[in-house]
């Protein structure tokens, strides 16, 4: 059984991954400054990460200890996963501020509050 579950989720996952990749590969000639959050990663590993919940507690209630407990371990490395993908996308959509004015030469800086 749990080799089965496995076996579907491999594929599931290995497309998850190569999808999130090639969204990524568009973001190196992004435009400075602010940018918004892009939730479809988090919302995709987020869902992953429900589903692979939802059969380790279906294997869990139907008497199958062990696939359960393998898919809860494979629950926790993708919540794992989501946690790091909204992490990341947060640094991205809120930098850390400049130090105000004056600075050591050639580090930007921002002027003082006006």
């Known amino acids: 059984m749990t080799l089965i579950v496995l076996l579907i989720e491999i594929p599931i996952g290995i497309l998850l991954a190569l999808t999130l990749t090639l969204r990524g590969w568009g973001r190196a000639d992004e435009r400075a400054g602010t940018v918004p959050m892009d939730w479809v990663p988090i919302l995709w590993l987020g869902g992953f990460t429900l589903v ?47 130090p105000t004015c004056p600075t050591r030469a050639g580090v930007p800086c921002a002027p003082p509050n006006p």
């Open 52 to 98: 692979v919940l939802v059969i380790a507690g279906s294997l869990l209630y139907s008497a199958h200890p062990f696939a359960g407990a393998v898919q809860l371990l494979v629950a926790a490395i993708a919540l794992t996963l989501t946690i790091t993908a909204w992490d990341k996308e947060h640094e991205r959509a809120h930098p850390p501020a400049l």
